[in-house]
């Protein structure tokens, strides 16, 4: 398992029910979206088909294979490795030009850090793109990563996060699913989160997610500090 820039993980911080934060990446903690949008279209557009904004944002937060073979369906005579490689490319060149992280994504981490809550990352992109956008952090906030190319079957399925929960299990004793946060954006994200049993929360980013009691929503994570999301996962262990 990759390590890289991640610290090792703390213990669960005292005086609040959270026992660790497990965080989307695209669209969530960064602004990818547009580059894997212009990547998708570029790709379709070399093909001679065309590619809609609907069908751009039906891939939100869908894993790389689920893409891939939208793609392919659309038009483009590639094989699924090369298409994820193609794409993963663009928005490497993308954000190695510039990072546009979420309103209130950095406060929020730092918060988590000084109050001794782990963090890790939950993300459908591949190992290369997460390694690099964890070295644009200011801190290693992140003591692991699950990328995409680490589960057999990605978002909406759970398997990412049980993974997740697993990795944070190792170093955070008597771990509760309940007492732990996602953050997502997309609706693939967030069923993937709550199916796995954790306190999901959706910060909705471009497409859009429908309501659900299965998770709860912010309009920003600049609304979220370590009193609400306490509160949440409270109200979480109690249902």
């Not at 398992?1 to 991640?6: K, L």
């Not at 904004?53 to 893409?67: F, I, K, R, S």
């Not at 990605?154 to 309940?178: F, I, M, N, T």
Request: hydrophobic share 45%.
């Amino acid at each position: 398992m990759p390590t890289q820039n991640c610290d090792p993980l703390p213990s669960a911080a005292l005086n609040t029910d959270i026992q660790g934060v497990l965080w989307d990446m695209d669209g969530t903690l960064l602004d990818t979206e547009p580059h894997w949008m212009a990547a998708e279209a570029a790709l379709v557009a070399e093909f001679g088909g065309r590619w809609s904004e609907d069908q751009a944002m039906a891939l939100v937060g869908n894993a790389l294979p689920d893409a891939a073979a939208a793609l392919q369906h659309a038009g483009v005579r590639l094989p699924e490795r090369e298409i994820i490689d193609r794409l993963t490319a663009e928005v490497l060149d993308g954000v190695a030009r510039h990072v546009d992280w979420r309103p209130g994504a950095l406060e929020l981490l730092e918060t988590l850090h000084r109050a001794n809550i782990p963090c890790g990352l939950v993300t459908m992109s591949e190992e290369p793109l997460a390694a690099l956008v964890l070295e644009q952090l200011p801190h290693p906030y992140f003591g692991f990563r699950v990328t995409g190319d680490m589960v057999s079957r990605g978002k909406p399925h759970p398997d990412p996060y049980l993974l997740g929960l697993d990795l944070l299990g190792r170093s955070v004793a008597d771990l509760e699913p309940a007492r732990v946060i996602g953050l997502e954006d997309s609706a693939p994200g967030i069923a993937s989160a709550a199916a796995s049993g954790i306190t999901a929360v959706l910060i909705p980013h471009i497409a859009p997610v429908p309501d659900s009691e299965s998770w709860h929503r912010v309009g920003s994570l600049e609304e979220l500090d370590l009193q609400t999301l306490g509160a949440l996962v409270s109200a979480g262990a109690r249902t």
